[in-house]
């Protein structure tokens, strides 16, 4: 398996933007659905938007209208499109290959670990 990154977090102020990106190094993600995950404080993991091999797109009401996903067409980076941030937006943000569900309970980063090559590590953002 190869290990997911996420890059693009940090620190921003309230109606501020940030574009998150994940990779997965020498690998693609053609054939693959991809997600956007988050886990804020007290929070399940929750999903944030996710894109289908055929292009659907689901968006959590909680970010729809702000928040955007998209994937190039060579299938290599896929991103979250951040706007008019809420710092209820604060939370670590991971990238989930063929992971999508709205189901998932419990805390992102414990689900990252137990299914390596699926996750990404994280990443902060924080709205303030």
């Known amino acids: 398996h190869v290990q997911l990154v996420e890059s693009g977090g940090g620190s921003v102020q309230a109606g501020g933007s940030l574009r998150l990106s994940c990779t997965a190094p020498?690998?693609?993600?053609?054939?693959?659905?991809m997600a956007w995950y988050r886990q804020t404080p007290g929070n399940d993991c929750e999903l944030v938007s996710s894109?289908?091999?055929?292009?659907?797109?689901y968006t959590a009401d909680s970010v729809k209208d702000r928040f955007t996903i998209s994937q190039d067409n060579a299938k290599i980076t896929v991103s979250l499109q951040m706007d008019s941030l809420k710092s209820e937006d604060t939370g670590v943000y991971y990238c989930?290959?063929?992971?999508?569900?709205?189901?998932?309970?419990?805390?992102?980063?414990?689900?990252?670990?137990?299914?390596?090559?699926?996750w990404g590590q994280g990443t902060q953002v924080t709205v303030s």
């Open positions: 894109i289908s091999v055929d292009g659907d797109i």
């Open positions: 020498g690998s693609t993600f053609a054939g693959s659905d």
């Open positions: 989930a290959k063929d992971r999508v569900s709205l189901s998932f309970r419990g805390a992102c980063q414990g689900l990252a670990e137990a299914d390596f090559g699926h």
